[in-house]
Every structure is written in C-alpha cells, then in structure tokens.
C-alpha cells in the first residue's frame, strides 16, 4: 500500500511569513495526525482529525497554527505568522486502529 | 494523562551484541498500548513493535522483542545481534483509552559499533 504523503520536505522562511504543509494519509485510515518535533525531543500531537471532523487540539497553538481536512482526506496544516520556536520537523500520521504510521515529515526552519 | 520516560538519553553497542532500552510510563488508562518506533537521521518514524497492555506474551517482531512488566510499568526495547542500520533514534510511545493519539518519551540516541 501507498504510505503516508508530506510535502514540502524541507522549507525555509523567515519569521513573521506564513507556511503551509499538506498530507495525503494512507487511502481509507479514518484519523489524521499532526505531530511537532522540535529537535531532541519526542514528538508532540497538534492535532487530531477523525475524518474530517476534530477530536483533540488542545495542544495547537490557535492564535497562529490551523488545520483543516476537507472531505476526510488530506490535510492541511498553516503557521501564520511563524515565529522562530516553530522551528521542527513537523509530522503527519494515519490510522485505522491503534498503530499509526507516520509519513517522511517536513523540516521548517524559521530564520 | 500519560507520561513516557526514557532514562538513557544516549547508547553504545558493538555489532552483532544485544541491547536494551529503557522506557517505562504512567497512565491511568486501564486499556493501553505500548510502542516502540525507529527514527533514522532521514527523519521518519518507523513502527518497530506494540504490546497491547492485555498481552499475556511478550511480543516480538524479528530481532526486536518488548519486555513487558506490568507491575513495574515498563516496557523495555531489546534488539538482538545489533546491526549498522540499527543506529537511529528510538522512542517509547504509548496510547489509551479510546484515542489513539501517540505519547513519547525523549527518545535513546543507539550507535552501533563495528
């Protein structure tokens, strides 16, 4: 099967500009993830999507960070405006039950 | 609210040796699970093992095995005759309840010696 799809894998912008990472989750896993990982450290959930529906984001920065995924599917994640501390490598998973496989992540750095 | 933590925050072996690394967790979760993923310098996070807190047996995948004991909350990673390729990050994570969502742990930084 297909894995998980992210892209852009590497983006570079300056503080203050906005950014947009988009994944396509693995054809018919129901949740979606968005992990944050700052160098050194564990991942750490964003968001959670059950199709195109919200479960958990209590730990998205709203006042800067958004999500959305239409129909179910894919997904998008915004940062506007960046700020240096959102520099991470920022991943998508997919799941049908408990074992989530992630995608390849996309690497920002904000200068 | 879960918690994973991982004590050894670096690990040297030599090739062809075993190793084990540590993870232990809270939860208040009766129903949980246990996992352990590889991350390489290439950056993706790759599914090694799971334990389902219910699994009377340890489980293994190929060289990896989990020692799971309940009572003492851990829930260690052991990889047999060690590889080059095994070099990598690797980290707990555990899920409960009904939510699937990851927890991690910091992480063990493994290098394998030739």
């Known amino acids: 099967e297909a894995g998980v799809a992210q892209s852009p894998r590497y983006k570079i912008i300056e503080k203050r500009q906005s950014v947009a990472f988009w994944c396509n989750p693995i054809s018919g896993h129901a949740t979606l993830y968005w992990y944050q990982q700052i160098l050194g450290q564990g991942p750490k959930l964003l968001i959670q999507?059950?199709?195109?529906?919200?479960?958990?984001d209590s730990q998205l920065p709203k006042d800067r960070f958004s999500a959305e995924r239409l129909k179910g599917v894919d997904s998008t994640l915004k940062i506007q405006p960046a700020k240096l501390e959102d520099s991470a490598v920022y991943l998508c998973?997919?799941?049908?039950?408990?074992?989530?496989?992630f995608g390849p992540g996309t690497r920002l750095t904000v200068t | 609210a879960q918690k994973i933590t991982q004590t050894q925050p670096g690990m040297f072996v030599q090739e062809k040796e075993a190793v084990t690394l540590d993870c232990t967790y809270d939860t208040s979760d009766q129903s949980y699970g246990l996992f352990w993923y590889k991350q390489p310098s290439s950056g993706e996070m790759i599914f090694l093992i799971y334990q389902g807190s219910y699994d009377e047996q340890n489980a293994t995948e190929g060289r990896y095995s989990l020692n799971f004991q309940k009572a003492r909350k851990s829930a260690n990673l052991v990889i047999s005759a060690s590889q080059l390729g095994d070099s990598a990050m690797y980290f707990c994570a555990i899920v409960g309840g009904s939510n699937y969502k990851l927890t991690f742990g910091k992480g063990t930084l493994l290098t394998v010696n030739p």
């Open positions: 999507f059950q199709n195109n529906g919200v479960v958990d």
């Open positions: 998973a997919s799941s049908l039950g408990p074992r989530s496989v």
